[in-house]
């Protein structure tokens, strides 16, 4: 019982060890993403989104965002960003630690497939959640939303922050590989139970609208995704 105790503070020492000689993420072409969002997204049309001071304030000066807010021809609303870690591996963490801290409450969390065209499929976390809004008139109420991610490094992506902590320490030692790591994500609010003229979207229920998010991720992955996008220039090269 000892020795194995032992054995497990021994690894966890090398991880850790391994973790603070491994060099930093490279700032230049070795990301797994083209910093970039497309105008137009299938049936979605898209303008810059904004990217708060507090967001700013909190990551490294070096961190590169970019975000656009996407209307339907349905009248849907979705937001999606991309986050690249500069020099400073903070730059990048879980999601639910943020959404946490404002004011987001999360009800559901689950790991999922989106298919991307060609046959190609990603796994994105799904995570369902709720917050207190106030209406234009006063009222109160509880608003809910689909926020679904994933993470992409040089030339892997992955649902998991623990994976993604892991593949940093592999490919580091193994591959000598230092993954500058992005997180996309695409976020919409669940609109049932609004009533006309509460929202300008129109209703959707939770299931729905994750649909409207993995259908937008669907168009916007093999755009900036560039282990997607070599494989769809490679499925249409004679």
Known sequence: MISRSITILLLAAATAVT?????????????????????????????????SKEERDKLPSDTEIV??????????LATASIILAGSERRSIHRPEVCLTGQGWTLLAANTIPVAIADGEE???????????????????RKAQAHYVYWFVGS??????????????????????????????????MVTDGFKPGETTERIRTADETLALVTALIRELAPKFQKSLMTQKVAATTP
């Open 122 to 140: 990603i796994l994105v976390r799904d995570l369902l959640i709720e917050k207190p809004v106030t209406l234009k008139n006063g009222e109160r």
């Open 155 to 188: 030339d892997v992506t992955t649902p998991s922050n623990w994976t993604r902590m892991w593949l940093s320490t592999r490919d580091s030692v193994l591959r000598n590989v230092n993954h500058r790591w992005a997180y996309p994500a695409v976020m919409a």
């Open 19 to 51: 973790c603070w000689l491994s060099p930093e993420p490279r700032v230049g072409d070795d990301s797994g993403v083209v910093m970039a969002l497309p105008e137009k997204a299938g049936v979605f049309d898209g303008k810059p989104g904004e990217v």
């Open 67 to 76: 975000r656009m807010v996407y209307h339907s021809t349905a009248d849907d």
